[in-house]
């Protein structure tokens, strides 16, 4: 690679860089997104859910063409007891037409969205790892790569490396994450024949199902999920790393052990598994979200923590924000003033939106999830559930009075008492369907 | 069931001769009473070999999820990503 100046550098070809190297490429911006895997996507994994509207954003009617697995019509949530499950859910036939979300795998379409960078301009350099940013004083200039006399300019850089992000950390703009900040999920790739699945999760035709299930992570804040793909399934499961550092859970065992449930063993079996991976996810939260921009580079998605967990939405985010970025980009490019002054659009941008209200709405629940018990919320609660539940339907000659008490007891007592019980579910109920 | 080594297979990689992973003391891992990255690993790249008093590091192993990065108590592990284009390649993602 010879010395060069581009007008941006994007590092990192995940939703949020190729967002951001889209809307900078369409505009005539000369743009390089450098991505260190052998191609965008190997490196990346996610449940996953692909939101429409944010992309649609981007790429008018991209349903037409992106590699796609199912249009999500169904969401289930379970609480998972031993075994035995109590069961939430919605199904609406308006969730098509236009759809409000798809299954998807990464490698497919991490690579069609960063060729869409690329027809539009973009210079993508694959198998290139950015090993530092290039200073002139406060200010980023370049990036470094390892590839032979691999330095280059710019006048801006989209730090979008996703979750390790050591490229945002060398900024100085967020200290290390600490343990409780992220989640380390493990999933399969699951094989099954189409008809098999459609079957299963009573499907017709192109429709999907998503199931996310709570509980049997042994007492450590997590979460399990399972989705329908065309001919495949994902399934995973992912534990906050503080839990896990506790437990001293491995955690392939805990993956293994949460399939062996009734109710996720007679959805899987028969299927094979083609991939094992793994990833952190940013959870951190509103409070963890780093400054956004300075003087030469802005950053994006995972790497500055924007992810709702609650409501597993992180693509979505990472693909807004790389927008705004590129359009605060776009502007200072006009103005020829890329200092953090001439930069900060793009921090009102992510003010203004849903990216930050919605961060902002759930801003209590990290500390509220460092600070609880896990056992309670994650194993104690989801149980109790079962237990009433069970109790309720149990026809046993006790009569319906004495078991409601004792069902609410149940509940109460798990929770520790009736006020921390009201308590929790107002903020479980927020946290589960805000 | 699957055992972690059957797991690992489904992924494929291209190894560098050089580890990306480091331990940056040993000195420091003979004195860590956890020794936890031998389990929260989800590729089970960190051993305690009791022998030669180490911690060994199968780095070819490594999905590259950078628990460890932020797992390890004492932050004794350097860790940087494969050269460009080595490591993991996943196939479905
Ligand atoms: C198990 C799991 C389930 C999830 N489920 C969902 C879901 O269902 N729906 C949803 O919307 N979100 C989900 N998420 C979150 C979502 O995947 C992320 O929020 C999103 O991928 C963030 O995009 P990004 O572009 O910021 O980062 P990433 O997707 O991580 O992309 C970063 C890219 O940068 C590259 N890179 C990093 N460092 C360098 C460097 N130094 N040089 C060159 N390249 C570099 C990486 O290889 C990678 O390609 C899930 C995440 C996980 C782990
Ligand atoms: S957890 Fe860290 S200090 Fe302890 S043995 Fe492992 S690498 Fe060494
Ligand atoms: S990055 Fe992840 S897979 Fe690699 S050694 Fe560290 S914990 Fe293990």
């Known amino acids: ?434 | 069931m699957s055992s972690i080594a059957e797991k690992l297979y489904t992924i494929r990689y291209k190894v560098d001769e050089n580890s990306h992973l480091v331990i940056k003391d040993q000195e420091v891992c003979l004195h860590c009473v956890t020794k936890e990255c031998q389990d929260f690993c989800p590729a089970d790249v960190y051993h305690w070999v009791e022998k030669e008093q180490m911690t060994s590091v199968a780095f070819e192993n490594c999905i590259e999820c950078g628990t460890c990065r932020i797992g390890c108590p004492t932050y004794n592990i350097q860790w940087v990503y494969p050269k460009g284009g080595h490591g993991i390649t996943y196939k479905f993602g």
Not at chain 1, 18 to 34: C, E, N, Q, R
Not at chain 1, 95 to 119: H, I, M, Y
Not at chain 1, 389 to 404: F, I, N, R, S, T
Request: glycine residues 10%.
């Open chain 1, 1 to 434: 690679m010879a010395t060069e100046h581009f007008d941006a550098i994007v590092v990192g070809a995940g939703p949020a860089g190729s967002a951001a190297a889209y809307t900078m490429a369409k505009a005539g911006l000369s743009v390089v997104l450098i991505e260190r895997g052998e191609f965008p996507g190997a490196k990346n994994i996610f449940g996953g859910v692909i939101y429409r509207k944010q992309l649609e954003d981007i790429i008018p009617e991209f349903w037409k063409e992106a590699p796609l697995e199912r249009e999500v019509v169904e969401q289930r949530l379970w609480l998972l007891g031993d075994q035995s499950v109590v069961t939430l859910g919605h199904r609406n036939e308006a969730f098509k037409d236009p759809n409000n979300c798809w299954t998807g795998l990464r490698v497919k379409f991490d690579q069609w969205f960063a060729s869409k960078a690329e027809q539009a301009g973009a210079l993508n350099i694959y198998e290139t790892v950015v090993t530092e940013l290039i200073r002139e004083g406060n200010k980023v200039v370049g990036v470094r790569t390892d590839r032979e006399e691999g330095d280059l300019y710019a006048n801006v850089v989209v730090v979008a490396d996703g979750v390790n992000s050591l490229l945002g950390k060398s900024l100085g703009v967020h200290r290390e994450w600490q343990p409780d900040e992220v989640s380390l999920a493990v999933k399969e790739v699951i094989a099954m024949p189409k008809e098999k699945i459609m079957d299963r999760f009573n499907l017709e035709g192109n429709e999907g199902v998503t199931i996310e299930f709570v509980g049997n992570t042994l007492g450590m804040a997590g979460l399990g999920f399972l989705y329908t793909n065309q001919d495949t399934l994902s399934f995973g499961v992912g534990v906050m790393v503080s839990d896990l550092k506790k437990k001293r859970v491995k955690p392939y065992e805990l993956l293994e052990s949460v399939k062996q449930h009734p109710m996720l063993r007679r959805l899987l079996q028969g299927g094979e598994t083609k991939e094992y991976a793994g990833h952190l996810i940013p959870e951190g939260g509103y409070h963890s979200i780093p400054p956004l921009s300075g003087d030469g580079w802005v950053i994006c998605g995972d790497a500055a923590q924007l992810v709702n967990f609650v409501h597993r939405e992180g693509t979505n985010l990472a693909m807004t924000s790389g927008r705004f970025a590129a359009e605060a980009i776009i502007q200072a490019h006009t103005k020829g003033d890329f200092s953090r002054v001439g930069l900060s659009l793009y921090d009102r941008l992510v003010r203004e939106s849903f990216v930050h209200k919605d961060l902002k709405k759930y801003k209590g629940l990290h500390n509220f999830l460092r600070d609880s018990d896990p056992t309670l919320m994650f194993d104690k609660l989801p149980r109790a559930l079962n237990d009433a539940a069970y109790q309720m339907l149990l026809v046993d000659g006790v009569p319906k009075a004495e078991k409601q008490r004792m069902a609410m007891r149940g509940i109460t007592d798990a929770a520790g008492g009736l006020m921390n019980l009201v308590k929790l579910g107002a903020q479980g109920w927020r946290a589960m369907n805000g």
